[in-house]
Protein backbone atom coordinates (compact mmCIF):
# COMPACT_ATOMS: atom_id res chain seq x y z
CA UNK A 1 0.00 0.00 0.00
CA UNK A 2 1.52 3.37 -0.93
CA UNK A 3 0.39 6.09 0.62
CA UNK A 4 0.38 10.02 -0.57
CA UNK A 5 -0.67 13.47 0.14
CA UNK A 6 -1.30 13.97 -3.62
CA UNK A 7 -3.27 11.02 -5.01
CA UNK A 8 -1.87 10.93 -8.51
CA UNK A 9 2.08 10.72 -6.81
CA UNK A 10 0.81 7.80 -4.99
CA UNK A 11 -0.88 6.47 -8.16
CA UNK A 12 2.22 6.82 -10.24
CA UNK A 13 4.39 5.03 -7.14
CA UNK A 14 1.81 1.94 -6.63
CA UNK A 15 2.75 1.61 -10.10
CA UNK A 16 6.17 0.66 -10.11
CA UNK A 17 5.33 -2.53 -8.79
CA UNK A 18 6.47 -5.55 -9.64
CA UNK A 19 5.79 -9.32 -8.15
CA UNK A 20 2.62 -7.91 -6.21
CA UNK A 21 -0.27 -5.07 -6.56
CA UNK A 22 -0.05 -2.06 -5.12
CA UNK A 23 -2.49 -0.06 -3.56
CA UNK A 24 -2.56 3.74 -3.67
CA UNK A 25 -4.35 6.07 -1.42
CA UNK A 26 -4.63 9.65 -0.98
CA UNK A 27 -3.69 10.53 2.63
CA UNK A 28 -2.32 13.42 5.13
CA UNK A 29 -0.33 11.92 7.59
CA UNK A 30 -0.55 14.47 9.54
CA UNK A 31 -4.41 13.83 10.01
CA UNK A 32 -3.16 10.67 12.59
CA UNK A 33 -6.51 9.09 12.99
CA UNK A 34 -7.19 8.60 9.38
CA UNK A 35 -4.03 7.32 9.18
CA UNK A 36 -4.21 4.83 12.04
CA UNK A 37 -7.54 3.45 10.17
CA UNK A 38 -5.37 2.90 6.77
CA UNK A 39 -2.71 1.47 8.82
CA UNK A 40 -4.76 -1.68 10.95
CA UNK A 41 -4.36 -4.93 9.12
CA UNK A 42 -0.78 -3.84 7.73
CA UNK A 43 2.23 -5.22 9.59
CA UNK A 44 5.13 -2.49 8.67
CA UNK A 45 4.79 1.03 8.03
CA UNK A 46 7.86 2.79 6.19
CA UNK A 47 7.87 6.25 6.56
CA UNK A 48 9.69 8.13 3.84
CA UNK A 49 7.92 11.34 4.57
CA UNK A 50 9.83 14.41 6.34
CA UNK A 51 11.38 13.58 9.91
CA UNK A 52 8.87 16.16 11.37
CA UNK A 53 6.20 13.72 10.73
CA UNK A 54 7.87 10.77 12.76
CA UNK A 55 6.22 11.25 16.07
CA UNK A 56 2.86 11.10 14.63
CA UNK A 57 3.30 8.12 12.71
CA UNK A 58 4.59 6.17 15.66
CA UNK A 59 1.50 7.05 17.61
CA UNK A 60 -0.47 6.01 14.38
CA UNK A 61 1.31 2.53 13.86
CA UNK A 62 1.39 2.08 17.74
CA UNK A 63 -2.13 2.21 17.60
CA UNK A 64 -2.71 0.30 14.70
CA UNK A 65 -0.23 -2.63 15.76
CA UNK A 66 1.90 -1.68 12.96
CA UNK A 67 5.52 -1.96 13.26
CA UNK A 68 7.62 0.95 11.74
CA UNK A 69 10.69 1.88 9.80
CA UNK A 70 11.92 5.57 9.30
CA UNK A 71 15.58 6.96 6.80
CA UNK A 72 16.03 10.20 9.58
CA UNK A 73 15.40 12.02 13.04
CA UNK A 74 14.29 15.80 13.00
CA UNK A 75 15.60 18.23 15.58
CA UNK A 76 14.48 19.09 18.81
CA UNK A 77 10.01 19.75 18.34
CA UNK A 78 10.74 22.31 20.84
CA UNK A 79 13.57 25.02 21.72
CA UNK A 80 16.04 23.35 24.45
CA UNK A 81 14.16 19.88 24.47
CA UNK A 82 15.70 16.63 23.28
CA UNK A 83 17.23 15.64 19.52
CA UNK A 84 14.56 14.35 18.02
CA UNK A 85 15.87 10.88 17.67
CA UNK A 86 15.59 10.72 21.87
CA UNK A 87 11.81 11.69 21.61
CA UNK A 88 11.26 8.79 19.47
CA UNK A 89 13.31 6.43 21.93
CA UNK A 90 11.04 7.76 24.35
CA UNK A 91 8.15 5.94 23.35
CA UNK A 92 10.07 2.90 23.68
CA UNK A 93 8.34 1.65 26.56
CA UNK A 94 4.70 2.18 24.98
CA UNK A 95 5.81 0.18 22.00
CA UNK A 96 6.92 -2.52 24.16
CA UNK A 97 3.85 -2.94 25.98
CA UNK A 98 2.11 -3.16 22.47
CA UNK A 99 3.94 -5.48 21.30
CA UNK A 100 5.68 -4.00 18.00
CA UNK A 101 8.84 -2.44 17.40
CA UNK A 102 9.80 0.85 15.76
CA UNK A 103 13.11 0.94 14.21
CA UNK A 104 13.67 4.35 13.39
CA UNK A 105 16.85 6.25 11.42
CA UNK A 106 17.42 2.84 9.30
CA UNK A 107 18.57 4.60 6.08
CA UNK A 108 22.16 4.96 5.18
CA UNK A 109 23.25 7.65 7.43
CA UNK A 110 21.92 6.91 9.80
CA UNK A 111 21.57 3.57 9.52
CA UNK A 112 24.11 1.54 7.50
CA UNK A 113 26.47 3.72 9.85
CA UNK A 114 25.36 2.65 12.90
CA UNK A 115 25.73 -0.96 11.88
CA UNK A 116 29.22 -0.61 10.94
CA UNK A 117 30.27 1.19 13.85
CA UNK A 118 28.96 -1.59 15.99
CA UNK A 119 30.90 -4.51 13.74
CA UNK A 120 34.19 -2.42 13.59
CA UNK A 121 34.38 -1.84 17.03
CA UNK A 122 33.29 -5.26 17.76
CA UNK A 123 37.38 -6.60 17.88
CA UNK A 124 38.16 -3.52 20.20
CA UNK A 125 38.88 -3.45 23.75
CA UNK A 126 38.66 0.30 23.94
CA UNK A 127 36.84 2.71 22.19
CA UNK A 128 38.78 5.89 21.69
CA UNK A 129 36.74 7.63 18.43
CA UNK A 130 33.98 6.92 16.24
CA UNK A 131 34.67 9.11 13.25
CA UNK A 132 31.42 8.97 10.51
CA UNK A 133 31.92 11.19 6.79
CA UNK A 134 29.44 11.00 4.33
CA UNK A 135 30.24 12.81 0.84
CA UNK A 136 29.79 12.93 -2.93
CA UNK A 137 29.50 14.62 -6.11
CA UNK A 138 26.37 15.21 -8.27
CA UNK A 139 26.52 17.26 -11.47
CA UNK A 140 24.04 17.66 -13.75
CA UNK A 141 23.97 20.36 -16.50
CA UNK A 142 23.95 24.17 -15.21
CA UNK A 143 24.46 22.29 -11.44
CA UNK A 144 27.44 21.69 -9.71
CA UNK A 145 27.13 19.60 -6.33
CA UNK A 146 23.80 20.13 -4.78
CA UNK A 147 21.85 17.96 -1.66
CA UNK A 148 20.64 14.72 -3.11
CA UNK A 149 18.07 14.02 -0.15
CA UNK A 150 15.61 15.87 0.24
CA UNK A 151 15.72 19.54 0.50
CA UNK A 152 13.65 20.24 3.19
CA UNK A 153 15.12 17.70 5.32
CA UNK A 154 18.94 18.92 3.98
CA UNK A 155 17.75 22.97 5.57
CA UNK A 156 16.61 21.48 8.73
CA UNK A 157 19.68 19.63 9.22
CA UNK A 158 22.23 22.38 8.38
CA UNK A 159 20.45 24.97 10.55
CA UNK A 160 19.86 22.66 13.87
CA UNK A 161 23.47 23.43 15.91
CA UNK A 162 26.08 20.14 15.38
CA UNK A 163 26.68 18.04 18.66
CA UNK A 164 30.15 15.88 20.01
CA UNK A 165 29.79 13.41 22.07
CA UNK A 166 32.82 13.96 24.35
CA UNK A 167 33.44 11.56 27.45
CA UNK A 168 29.94 10.83 28.60
CA UNK A 169 28.17 13.94 27.15
CA UNK A 170 26.77 15.66 24.19
CA UNK A 171 28.80 19.21 23.73
CA UNK A 172 26.83 22.05 21.35
CA UNK A 173 29.38 23.63 18.44
CA UNK A 174 29.01 25.66 16.04
CA UNK A 175 28.12 25.08 12.48
CA UNK A 176 30.37 24.77 9.42
CA UNK A 177 33.04 24.46 12.62
CA UNK A 178 35.72 21.64 12.62
CA UNK A 179 36.70 21.77 8.74
CA UNK A 180 38.79 18.40 7.73
CA UNK A 181 39.84 17.15 4.68
CA UNK A 182 38.59 13.78 4.66
CA UNK A 183 39.85 11.17 1.91
CA UNK A 184 36.89 9.00 0.84
CA UNK A 185 37.75 6.08 -1.58
CA UNK A 186 37.69 7.23 -5.65
CA UNK A 187 35.58 7.83 -7.26
CA UNK A 188 34.70 10.83 -4.47
CA UNK A 189 38.49 11.31 -3.36
CA UNK A 190 38.85 13.95 -0.84
CA UNK A 191 36.22 16.60 0.35
CA UNK A 192 36.25 19.26 2.62
CA UNK A 193 34.04 18.24 5.69
CA UNK A 194 32.37 19.98 8.05
CA UNK A 195 30.69 19.47 11.56
CA UNK A 196 26.41 18.63 10.69
CA UNK A 197 23.72 17.89 13.32
CA UNK A 198 23.52 13.85 13.16
CA UNK A 199 21.82 11.24 14.67
CA UNK A 200 24.75 8.73 14.83
CA UNK A 201 26.50 10.68 17.51
CA UNK A 202 23.29 10.82 19.78
CA UNK A 203 22.55 7.06 19.78
CA UNK A 204 26.04 5.13 19.36
CA UNK A 205 27.56 6.45 22.67
CA UNK A 206 24.63 5.02 24.12
CA UNK A 207 23.69 2.03 22.85
CA UNK A 208 26.78 0.46 21.34
CA UNK A 209 27.62 -1.30 24.82
CA UNK A 210 31.02 0.05 25.21
CA UNK A 211 31.82 2.92 26.42
CA UNK A 212 33.17 5.58 23.89
CA UNK A 213 35.40 9.07 24.21
CA UNK A 214 34.32 10.65 21.11
CA UNK A 215 31.78 10.63 18.23
CA UNK A 216 31.08 13.03 15.51
CA UNK A 217 29.49 13.27 12.29
CA UNK A 218 30.93 15.66 8.77
CA UNK A 219 29.58 16.52 5.92
CA UNK A 220 31.16 17.21 2.68
CA UNK A 221 29.84 20.30 1.71
CA UNK A 222 31.07 22.99 -0.93
CA UNK A 223 31.92 25.85 1.44
CA UNK A 224 29.93 28.59 -0.86
CA UNK A 225 26.53 26.79 -0.56
CA UNK A 226 27.02 26.10 3.26
CA UNK A 227 28.20 29.72 4.22
CA UNK A 228 25.18 31.30 2.01
CA UNK A 229 22.36 29.17 3.57
CA UNK A 230 23.83 30.16 7.04
CA UNK A 231 24.19 34.00 5.99
CA UNK A 232 20.51 33.72 4.62
CA UNK A 233 19.15 32.00 7.93
CA UNK A 234 21.22 35.06 10.34
CA UNK A 235 19.47 37.67 8.40
CA UNK A 236 16.15 35.98 8.88
CA UNK A 237 15.04 35.20 5.76
CA UNK A 238 14.72 31.56 6.25
CA UNK A 239 12.10 31.06 8.93
CA UNK A 240 9.13 29.67 8.04
CA UNK A 241 7.15 32.70 8.39
CA UNK A 242 9.31 34.56 6.48
CA UNK A 243 7.10 35.56 2.89
CA UNK A 244 7.81 36.98 0.13
CA UNK A 245 5.13 38.19 -2.97
CA UNK A 246 6.11 36.00 -6.25
CA UNK A 247 3.63 36.04 -9.23
CA UNK A 248 0.88 37.38 -7.61
CA UNK A 249 1.26 34.97 -4.42
CA UNK A 250 2.63 35.35 -1.25
CA UNK A 251 5.16 32.09 -0.31
CA UNK A 252 7.66 31.32 2.37
CA UNK A 253 11.37 32.64 1.40
CA UNK A 254 13.01 29.23 1.83
CA UNK A 255 10.60 27.32 -0.28
CA UNK A 256 12.20 29.89 -3.31
CA UNK A 257 15.77 29.08 -2.22
CA UNK A 258 15.03 25.31 -1.77
CA UNK A 259 13.29 25.40 -5.27
CA UNK A 260 16.66 26.43 -7.15
CA UNK A 261 17.60 23.46 -6.92
CA UNK A 262 16.90 20.03 -8.38
CA UNK A 263 14.05 17.72 -6.84
CA UNK A 264 16.44 14.09 -6.34
CA UNK A 265 13.22 12.82 -7.01
CA UNK A 266 12.05 14.14 -9.85
CA UNK A 267 15.99 13.44 -12.06
CA UNK A 268 14.61 11.70 -15.37
CA UNK A 269 18.57 11.54 -16.52
CA UNK A 270 21.73 9.78 -14.57
CA UNK A 271 23.41 12.54 -12.68
CA UNK A 272 27.19 12.27 -12.96
CA UNK A 273 29.37 11.30 -9.71
CA UNK A 274 29.04 8.84 -6.99
CA UNK A 275 27.83 9.02 -3.22
CA UNK A 276 30.30 7.52 -0.35
CA UNK A 277 30.17 7.50 3.63
CA UNK A 278 33.15 6.32 5.90
CA UNK A 279 33.04 5.00 9.20
CA UNK A 280 36.30 4.83 11.23
CA UNK A 281 36.78 3.69 14.68
CA UNK A 282 39.82 4.09 16.42
CA UNK A 283 40.86 2.11 20.12
CA UNK A 284 43.17 -0.64 21.49
CA UNK A 285 42.96 -4.08 20.21
CA UNK A 286 45.26 -5.89 22.40
CA UNK A 287 48.44 -3.86 23.03
CA UNK A 288 48.33 -2.18 19.52
CA UNK A 289 46.07 1.01 18.95
CA UNK A 290 44.28 0.67 15.66
CA UNK A 291 41.63 2.30 13.33
CA UNK A 292 38.54 0.07 11.47
CA UNK A 293 37.52 1.22 8.82
CA UNK A 294 34.17 0.79 6.80
CA UNK A 295 33.44 2.56 3.66
CA UNK A 296 30.82 2.10 1.20
CA UNK A 297 31.18 3.77 -2.04
CA UNK A 298 28.47 3.95 -5.28
CA UNK A 299 28.09 6.12 -8.43
CA UNK A 300 24.96 7.35 -9.62
CA UNK A 301 25.57 5.96 -12.92
CA UNK A 302 25.15 2.52 -11.12
CA UNK A 303 22.33 3.31 -9.21
CA UNK A 304 20.62 4.64 -12.31
CA UNK A 305 21.25 1.53 -14.03
CA UNK A 306 19.83 -0.86 -11.34
CA UNK A 307 16.88 0.96 -10.66
CA UNK A 308 16.82 4.66 -12.50
CA UNK A 309 18.07 6.54 -9.32
CA UNK A 310 20.62 8.36 -7.44
CA UNK A 311 23.02 6.52 -5.16
CA UNK A 312 22.02 8.36 -2.28
CA UNK A 313 17.78 7.33 -2.78
CA UNK A 314 19.01 3.74 -4.22
CA UNK A 315 21.61 2.99 -0.84
CA UNK A 316 18.75 4.35 1.24
CA UNK A 317 15.73 1.88 0.03
CA UNK A 318 18.40 -0.95 0.09
CA UNK A 319 19.00 -0.06 3.70
CA UNK A 320 15.29 -0.19 4.57
CA UNK A 321 14.39 -3.16 1.93
CA UNK A 322 17.07 -5.28 4.25
CA UNK A 323 15.23 -4.16 7.33
CA UNK A 324 11.57 -4.88 6.11
CA UNK A 325 13.32 -8.65 5.70
CA UNK A 326 14.47 -8.75 9.09
CA UNK A 327 11.15 -8.21 10.45
CA UNK A 328 9.46 -10.63 7.91
CA UNK A 329 11.86 -13.41 9.11
CA UNK A 330 11.49 -12.73 12.77
CA UNK A 331 15.04 -11.71 13.67
CA UNK A 332 14.56 -8.30 15.14
CA UNK A 333 15.71 -8.37 19.03
CA UNK A 334 12.80 -7.39 20.81
CA UNK A 335 9.73 -4.82 20.86
CA UNK A 336 9.68 -1.84 21.27
CA UNK A 337 12.27 1.57 19.78
CA UNK A 338 15.34 0.16 18.91
CA UNK A 339 18.21 2.04 16.93
CA UNK A 340 20.26 0.03 14.10
CA UNK A 341 23.34 -0.51 16.16
CA UNK A 342 20.99 -2.74 17.78
CA UNK A 343 20.75 -5.02 15.25
CA UNK A 344 23.06 -8.17 14.75
CA UNK A 345 25.60 -6.52 12.00
CA UNK A 346 26.59 -10.28 11.05
CA UNK A 347 23.28 -10.45 9.58
CA UNK A 348 22.87 -6.86 8.37
CA UNK A 349 25.53 -7.41 6.32
CA UNK A 350 24.90 -10.66 4.94
CA UNK A 351 21.96 -9.38 3.54
CA UNK A 352 23.74 -5.88 2.09
CA UNK A 353 25.94 -8.00 0.18
CA UNK A 354 23.31 -10.78 -0.93
CA UNK A 355 21.73 -7.08 -2.98
CA UNK A 356 25.32 -6.70 -4.38
CA UNK A 357 26.14 -4.04 -2.78
CA UNK A 358 29.54 -2.62 -1.45
CA UNK A 359 31.34 -2.84 1.91
CA UNK A 360 34.94 -2.20 2.04
CA UNK A 361 36.83 -3.14 5.08
CA UNK A 362 40.44 -2.18 6.43
CA UNK A 363 42.36 -1.52 9.30
CA UNK A 364 45.75 0.33 10.05
CA UNK A 365 47.60 0.18 13.10
CA UNK A 366 48.73 3.42 15.01
CA UNK A 367 52.18 4.45 15.96
CA UNK A 368 52.45 4.83 19.65
Given at each position: ?????????????S??G???????????????????????G?D?????????????????????H???????A??????????????????????????????????????????L?????????????????????????GF???????R??F???????????????????E?M???????????VG????????????????????????????????????????????????????????????????????????????????????????????????????????????L??????????????T???????????????????????????????????L???????L???????????
Amino acid sequence: MVMDRVGDRARVLSGLGGRAPIEAHALNVENVDMLTRALRGCDIAVNATLPKYNLGIMRACLEAHASYLDVAATGPSRPGGPPGILEQIEMDAAFRSAGVTALPCMGLDPGMTNVLAREAAQPLDRIDAIRIRSGGTAKLPGFGNFPLYSREAFLDDFLVRPTVWVGDHLEEREPMSDEEEFAFPDPVGTQRTFLVSHEEVKTLPRFLGKPVGRVDFKLGLDPNLAHAILSLERLGLLKEDRMIRLGGQRVPFRKVLLSTFPEPSALMVPVEGATAVSVEVEGAKGSSRVIQRRDIVLTHQEAYRRRGTTAVTYLTAMALAVAVGLFADRVIPRAGVLVPEALDPARVLKEWKARDLPVAKSERTLAE
